[in-house]
């Protein structure tokens, strides 16, 4: 027996240069599978949006992916557009240059800047703390920060390969639950196969993304 | 070994970036600026959050700073680009380099692609915009397609890539000389990391060469004469 089921997985497909066509055929095989979500830059949001209509697939909008290095009001502004365009979730990436500058008050104004937009029109909030750029007291820090603005969901990393240092593990999942007082956890690294899902999941992972979800 | 392409030249040319570990502190950044300032270098390239750390003493030091908009993958929708670029510009950006949409692209809705862009322009309201195609993944014929947009467009400069992996080569500099000529100037990036490397592409056309290695590449210039 398998040790997850599709409505664990997140199926995202941050990848440069997507044709709309891809993307609707993604989406239907996600559909199809009973996948959670689909994961989709912000200029595909519409076209995901339109395929998913009538499923339970939702739709996730990236915000300031991959790198998180926009200004709070610019990430604000692109969570408002994403759900206005159909976004059900948004995934926020954190700024992990602020986190090391020791700059808290910008992670904090954009964390709370989106999660009041996103509550306000009933979307759920994901934040991406790419904790293989971060010590283990920043992570915390991020962490924190986020489960204390109401984020609903803390995701492990961005999954941008050129950022990836080291891939996300069992460990990653085990901090953000130690931290976390209503967060739940999202496990995301390079994730090809569906050993590493079931991994995550027994690790304590509410959810798994992967680019190959929906063949898992 | 003698060449035409001279230091200053290639000093001229360059964009220079920071390069380090991904998600670089202000701190290090205000340093490797700080560390620019002596050089020629055509424009410090910043991500959009630096821009405010860095423009009061840059633009004091007579120094231009350009922004990376729609970057690195080209995925923002087009209201939070011209949000993103106004933003970059009131913060002190004096450049625009900004990524088409990359999707739309692919899906060949060219005509999505020229009036987004044509946005673009209008927000830059006369400041320098690069063109961020994404040579990197495209075929001869969709650098082509991609490229005549930005010549019908105006569009000052070209930028190949984005970097992050994504590498330009001499035959993707030849291929846009040889069919636009000089109607729109070229901005190499991702990949030219030597100087042999910039003066070739110097040789090649290119106007302006955005790297992470600008020092490294002026160095090299000692060991050439």
Redesign the interface.
Known sequence: MKGWTAMELNQTL????????Y?IEICAEAAKKGIYSVS??????KTAATALKNSNTKVCS?IS???????P??KI??CR??IA?GAQEVSLVM????V??G?LDIVKEEVKGVVDVAKKLGCVVKVMI?MP?LTKEEAVCAIEIADSLGVDVIQTATGF???QKRNITKDDIALVLATVKHAKVEAIGTFNNPNIAEEMISAGAHRVASDVAIAF | MTTKVSRLDVERAIDASIGAAPAPTVEQVIEFAKSTIPYNFSALALEPFYIRFIAPFYHDAGKRICTVCNYPLGGMSNKTILAQEKQAIADGSDEIDCGINISAFMSGNYAEVAEDYQRVMETADGRIVKYLYFADLLTEYQQLKAVEIAVNLGVPFLKTNPGYGYTTTLENVRLIKENFGDAIKIMVSGGVRTTEGAIAMMEAGVERIATSSAFQIIAGFDKLN
């Open positions: 941050y990848k440069c240069g997507l044709s709309q066509n993307v989709v830059f912000p200029s595909m949001v990236s992916y991959p790198l998180g290095a926009d200004a009001a610019i502004e692109e557009n994403a365009d700024n992990a240059a602020a090391k500058s700059k790419e750029l390969k050129p950022l």
